[in-house]
């Protein structure tokens, strides 16, 4: 049986890493690929070798990590770091199989002629889920070679996320690359014109023209979460077979399966279609259990992969005091990104039913990037419900959001009389509801409502989430 010669892995290597003939030489891939604003926050992790320890770059398929991988490597030589003493391996490329990433390391040291054991050097490894027991072998690097900065990635995030958390204590910073914001499609879509990124409110960002400002909301839900989608004049002709097939379809068929033995994928199918078509409903394992014939015990399996592989993301309920109930019986699920839904269906319009419940998945989806603050809950009683709320350490309510698609409720607040006992019972003196147009504010009952349009709301959280941190 043939084996891939020595002469084979180092021509590949190589290949791959271009910039060692010269530091101008990057991918082509590169030349028309505008870096996601997540730069910025990654690569201060990814540079620093103060700290021992690996990065772990996480996300779903097909968010940008590969590229950012290459901005990042791009930004190390533009700064002044020798080009040769950066190497990148694609882990799941076929000539590198059975190599464990000790052998990934002489094989750079011997093409390259680096002392690693000497000299400084950072090591990008893509795709590391695939491999074996990674997370020990890449633990063993990071106390081994205090020469080597480590950087991996993997779009499995079902493996990445749990093996880190497991063996990774203390060696590895886990980094998550969501599918883009609402602010980020638009930057990469040159459409920011809409909004006056100079001037902003007390609020929130406000867009010159909202009309057209909700029509590019309405395409983001459609289309919006994937970079190639916005960027390739191909693929926005057929994005929805893109994303069904490139994220949806390998993730339930191949990734997942592979990692955990999953055995009945057509049943983990039907569970992940039934969770799309309720994004942003309330749900219990009871009602799935029933209405599947799946074992309790079996979906709460997939639904902790379905959550872990960044598909989906669960959110518990709080009563109308902040109280955590004791047997979380009832949850929401919401996708990661509402254009999943468009792929798995159809695009909908700005007035069909399902634009609620998909507003709401897309103003989730923008927080869900990121949750430093503390996770998010939603509030129900028996006579009603809050859809967002963030509580403080005391369990007290710090904000709270409720997601509407209507105009109808700035000149009706006597018709949502549980906000206003919800406000009451809370001290809380301003809530946030947000319209399809409207903008502005109303006193009612000692309560500030503040009315803002939905797709203002997105862009604002979104922007300012990533923003924020680049400060911090």
Known sequence: MK?????????????????WKSKDSLPLFLKNLKPREY???FYPLAENRTVRRAVILMGPRRVGKTVMIHHTIERLIQEGFPSGQIVYFPVDHPVYNGLSLEEFIKLFSETSAVDVNATPVYVFFDEIQYLKNWEIHLKKIVDDYPYIKAVASGSAAAALKLKS????????????????????YLLLSGETRLVNMEERSVRHYQSS?????????????????????????EIKENPTRFIKSDIIDKVLLRDL???????DIQELYYLFTTLALNTANEISLEELSRKSGVAKNTIKKYLEYLEAAFLIRIIHRVDRSGKKFKRANYFKVYLTNPSIRAALFSPIKDDDRAMGPLVETAVFSQWFQDQSDGPLYYARWDKGEVDLVSLGPDRKFLWAVEVKWSDYYPDHIPELPYIVTFCHANNLPKIRITTKT????????????????????????????????KIS
């Open 39 to 41: 730069l910025d926050l």
């Open 165 to 184: 958390n497991e063996s990774g204590a203390g060696r590895f910073t886990d980094f998550l690359l969501p599918p883009l914001t609402f602010y980020e």
């Open 209 to 233: 023209d909202i009309n057209s400002f909700n029509r590019k909301f309405v395409d983001y839900i459609n289309y919006g979460g994937y970079p190639e989608v916005v960027l390739s004049g």
């Open 438 to 469: 409207i903008r502005k504010t109303v006193e009612y009952k000692n309560i500030s409502f503040d009315f803002v349009p939905a797709s203002e709301y997105c862009f604002t959280v979104g922007f300012n989430r990533i923003k924020s941190r």
């Open 257 to 263: 399966p592979s990692l955990y033995g999953i055995q």
């Open 3 to 19: 084996s891939v010669e020595r002469e084979q892995l180092i021509e590949r290597i190589n290949v791959e890493n271009p910039w």
